[in-house]
């Protein structure tokens, strides 16, 4: 009797060392969220770059887009709101929904950030060789491309 099992599918190798390089990469943008202020968690940020990109975008479909529940979304809402990132305000075709909007602070800071992950990207892309920063780019872009199902590939923060 075998007991090795099935042999062990190629891609899901591949996947979880996307996942473990993936997972370095997080961290860099975590520990970079959390040293700058205000400190933002990476829901936080998430929903900022959301606004960000949607502006006007009610409460629900920021819900899905982030992948928290409304109720949950909502309280995300009132802190960045708190922290004057954010602000509600009804929408002019229909008074009864609420659109979020960046402040300008909440603009400052998410442009704050990306400055300061790409001078972090930086200086870890100064370590590796031009070939392997090169493919970096190439499997990052089709990695997008293929998240997005469409072809296309966008920035989500």
Same mark, same amino acid.
């Given at each position: 009797?075998?007991?090795?099992?099935?042999?062990?599918?190629?891609?899901?190798?591949? /996947?979880?060392?996307?996942?473990?390089?993936?997972?370095?990469?997080?961290?860099?943008?975590?520990?970079?969220?959390?040293?700058?202020?205000?400190?933002? +968690?990476?829901?936080?940020?998430?929903?900022?770059?959301?606004?960000?990109?949607?502006?006007?975008?009610?409460?629900?479909?920021? /819900?899905?887009?982030?992948? %928290? $529940?409304?109720? /949950?979304? +909502?309280?995300?809402?009132?802190?960045?709101?708190?922290?004057?990132? !954010?602000?509600? &305000?009804?929408?002019?075709?229909?008074?009864?929904?609420?659109?979020?909007?960046?402040? *300008?602070? $909440?603009?400052?800071?998410?442009?704050?950030?990306?400055?300061?992950? /790409?001078?972090? !990207?930086?200086?870890?892309?100064?370590?590796?060789?031009?070939?392997? &920063?090169?493919? !970096?780019?190439? @499997? *990052?872009?089709a990695f997008a491309?293929?998240?997005? $199902?469409? @072809?296309?590939? %966008?920035?989500?923060?």
């Open positions: 009797m075998d007991r090795a099992g099935p042999p062990e599918d190629p891609l899901r190798g591949t /996947a979880q060392e996307v996942a473990d390089a993936a997972g370095a990469l997080m961290d860099l943008w975590g520990r970079i969220a959390q040293a700058t202020p205000p400190r933002l +968690s990476h829901l936080q940020v998430k929903a900022l770059v959301v606004v960000r990109r949607v502006p006007g975008v009610n409460l629900t479909r920021l /819900a899905e887009e982030v992948g %928290t $529940g409304p109720p /949950a979304t +909502s309280r995300l809402c009132d802190r960045l709101e708190a922290a004057g990132l !954010l602000k509600r &305000r009804r929408l002019e075709g229909n008074r009864r929904e609420i659109g979020l909007t960046l402040t *300008l602070h $909440g603009q400052e800071t998410l442009d704050h950030l990306q400055e300061l992950r /790409a001078e972090a !990207l930086e200086k870890v892309l100064n370590r590796m060789p031009p070939e392997q &920063r090169r493919h !970096l780019v190439d @499997g *990052l872009r491309k293929a998240m997005n $199902g469409d @072809g296309t590939a %966008t920035g989500t923060g």
